[in-house]
């Protein structure tokens, strides 16, 4: 026999935690692409015009593609929230529509209000999803761990850049 759970939507509060976490992560991974391109011994303005579009235009594609692997992105995953259809909530969203609502991120003022206002943002009620609580069987230490390794190996890279830069001005 076949057993479904009913999973409950996920608080606002989960959400916006998982929201800091991912755009933190996905600012870091800017901050990454910006040191990796810079030339920091010529200086030149077009140059950091260049790899701070190129730095935005990758931010963009992760906040879009974020949920693309099960309907969860790393904050969700860290605080065990997922992102489903919201006629079924067992139901994994099309590729399509997980970047559909995440398209509206670029929005996040009017998104913001409509999720105060409404209880759902517009890329939700455009892809027809919602945020739902699921059980993990691993420990929050276990997923806070795996979740860690990466934001330490970026920050430790923009530390030794900086810490060269530093050195190379003096």
């Not at 009913?6 to 901050?31: K, N, P, V, W, Y």
């Not at 579009?53 to 904050?75: A, E, H, Q, R, Y």
Request: proline letters at 3%.
């Amino acid at each position: 026999m076949l057993h479904i759970r009913t999973l409950q939507s996920a608080s606002m509060i989960r959400r916006f935690a998982a929201f800091c976490i991912d755009h933190m992560l996905i600012g870091l991974s800017m901050i990454f692409v910006i040191l990796w391109e810079m030339d920091f011994e010529n200086g030149d303005m077009n140059d950091l015009m260049r790899i701070t579009t190129i730095s935005m235009l990758f931010g963009i594609l992760l906040i879009t593609i974020k949920d693309c692997v099960n309907g969860v992105s790393p904050g969700r995953w860290l605080l065990r929230l997922a992102v489903r259809n919201i006629g079924n909530h067992n139901e994994i969203p099309a590729i399509g529509k997980l970047m559909l609502r995440n398209v509206f991120t670029v929005i996040w003022p009017l998104d913001l209000l409509t999720l105060i206002f409404y209880g759902r943002r517009i890329g939700d009620i455009a892809a027809e999803t919602d945020i739902v609580l699921c059980p993990d069987r691993r420990s929050l230490a276990k997923r806070m761990a795996v979740t860690a390794i990466p934001v330490i190996v970026m920050i430790g890279f923009i530390s030794l850049v900086t810490i060269n830069v530093l050195e190379a001005d003096s």
